[in-house]
C-alpha cells in the first residue's frame, strides 16, 4: 500500500514537472523568437500558407438520461429495464501535406490534400443489463485524402482504423477498420451530388453502404444537404456568428468485452459482443465568435437498438443469437468546442474548395459521426462593408494618387 | 490526486478559451476585407458559374502570394530605422524595397496571363479596374468612418 502511494505520489510530481516546464517554454518562445532577430538585415523569404484546411482540435460531449428499453423477440430477466449513454470526445483534425499544381492551359489549380484525424473517445454504458456501468476507450487514427481538380470534381477517401478498450479488464475490446471513399461533383454553387461506398460500424455492426447524397443551396448560406445512409440537414445561417442546422443521423458503434453478466442467460467469462445504434434527430446551434474559435448545442430526440451476444473464435455469430432491445424514444444532448490554429490559403469564393472541406468536416473523423462543422467556410459579406475599418488594414493598398 | 489534476487543467483551459473567444484577430480583419473583395470584384465582373469556378482558385493564390511579399517586406521594415542605418544597411534597405515592387509587379503579370485562361478579355481588363475600385472603396470607407 505504502509502496503504491510513494508510486503515485511520484507520478503526482513527474506530472507537476511536465505541467511547470510546458508553461516555462511557453513563457520563454517569445525571448527567444525575440534573440533570433538579427540586428543587421536579413531577407525575409514569403511565406504563403500551406494548406488550405487549418488544425482543428475538438472537443464534444453526448449523453442521453435514463432510457426505457424494451426486448424485441426474447427478454433477460431482470428489474427495471433501463439504459443510459454518455460520451466524451477530444480529437485533432490536422493537414499533413498539401500540393497544388496547373493544368496545361494553366487555367485550373489542381489539388491533393492529405489530412489526419486522431481521435479519443471515452464511451460510458450503464444499463439493467450489465452487473456495473461499463466504459470504453476507443482511439482512432483516420488518414484521408482529398484530390480536387480544380473545377467540378473532387475525390476523397479515408481510411479509419480505431481500436477499443474495455478499462476494467484493459483488454482489448476489438480492432476495427472503418472506410469511406466519395466521388463529388459541384455542378455549381448551388448544387453538388455526391456517390460513393463506406464501410462502417455507425450502425451497430459492419456494413458496406453505398453513398448517395446532394446538396441544394450555397454552403455560406441556407443550404439542404442529404448524404444517405450519413446525415441529413437543413443549414441556416444566422448573421456572421450564428449557424442554426436541422439535422438527422446515425452514431453507434460495436464492442466486444469481457462477460461478467449476472443474468445467468450468457456464460460468465466468455466474450460478449455488444452493439449500440441510434438516429438522432434535433437541431444545433453553432457560434463562431471568430476565425480561431467556435462552439456548439445540439439537442433533440433520438431512438434506436443496443443487442448483445455471446461470442466464440470458433463459431460465427447467429443474428438470432443475439438479445436486441428497442431504446424508447427520448432527449439527447451535445456540445462541443472547436479551436482552430494556424493560417490557410484563401479560399473565399472557391466553392469546389468549400465541398472539399464539407467533405472533410463530414467524414471520416472517426467511425462515429462526428462533424466537426463548417466554421472554416467564410461567411458571405452581403453588407459590402468592413467593420472597424483601420489604416494599418489599407496601407499596403494605398499609393498617394489614391486620395486625388 | 484527481482534484489537483484538475485544478493544473482548468486554469490553462480558461485562459486558452478566453483568448479564443476574445481575439478579434487580425486574421478575422483579413476574411473580413477577402470576402468583401469577393463581393465587389463578383458583382463589378458580372461573373458566371463556370467563370467563378475557374477564376476564384487563381485570384485567392495570387492574393496569397501578394500578401507573402507584403508581410515580408513588413517584417523587413519592422527592424529598420532609416535614420541609424550604416551606409550598407541603406544600400540593403533600397535594394529590397526596389526588388519589393519588381516582385509585385512581375507576379501581377504573371498571374494577369492565368486570368486571360479562365476569362475573356474584357473582364481581365474589368478586373485591373475593379482592383482599383476596390482599393478607393476601402479608403473612402476608411475616409467616413473617421
Redesign the interface.
Known sequence: MIKLKLM?LKN?FN??NS?YHM?LCIMLAPLVQASS?ND??K???????KHYIKPCLYISWYGIPDRKIVPRIDSLPMNGRYYQFTQRNIGLNAPLYTT?W?NS?????KSFQLITTVNSTKERIESSFLNEPRVFRRTSIALKGIYSD???NSYFFAVAPFSSFDQYTSARAGSRLATVFIYNR?V??KFSYRLGFMRTFVFGKKLALPIIGFRYGRLDGVNFNMQLLRNMSLNIPMGKHFYYSLFTKPIGSAYSFKNDFNTGFLNKGTTVELRRWELLTGMTLTYR?????SMFLSSGFSRGYVAFAESSKKIAIRRDSYQEYKLSQGGFLNIG?N?YFG?S?????????YDVLDLNSTYGNDDNNINIGNTQI?????A????????N??K???SET??Y | ?KN??YK?LIL?TLI??NS??????K???K??????????I?KELNLN?KE??????????Y???L??????????NK??APEAMTDQ?AE??IE?ETDFRV?EANLQKQYY??FK??LPLKKVALLIKAEEDF??E??K??KD?N
Open positions: 503515485l503526482y506530472y507537476k505541467i508553461m532577430v543587421s538585415i531577407k525575409n523569404e514569403p511565406k504563403t500558407p497544388t496547373l492551359d494553366s487555367s485550373k489549380i480544380g473545377g467540378k459541384t455549381n454553387e465568435a471568430n476565425s480561431n474559435f468546442l479551436f493560417k490559403k484563401q479560399i473565399n469564393g472557391n466553392y469546389s474548395m467564410p461567411a458571405q459579406n452581403k459590402m462593408q468592413v467593420k472597424n475599418l483601420q489604416y488594414d489599407v499596403d493598398l494605398m489614391d486620395i | 490526486m489537483s489534476l493544473y490553462p486558452l478559451l479564443f473567444v476574445s481575439a478579434q484577430t486574421a478575422d480583419k476574411e473580413q476585407i477577402a470576402a468583401f473583395r469577393v463581393a465587389f463578383t458559374s467563378a469556378q475557374l477564376f476564384w482558385p487563381v485570384y485567392n493564390e492574393q496569397d502570394k500578401e507573402g511579399l507584403r508581410i515580408s517586406r513588413r517584417k523587413q527592424k529598420l544597411e540593403q534597405f529590397s516582385n496571363t492565368r485562361q479562365s482599393k478607393r476601402l479608403l470607407q476608411l468612418k
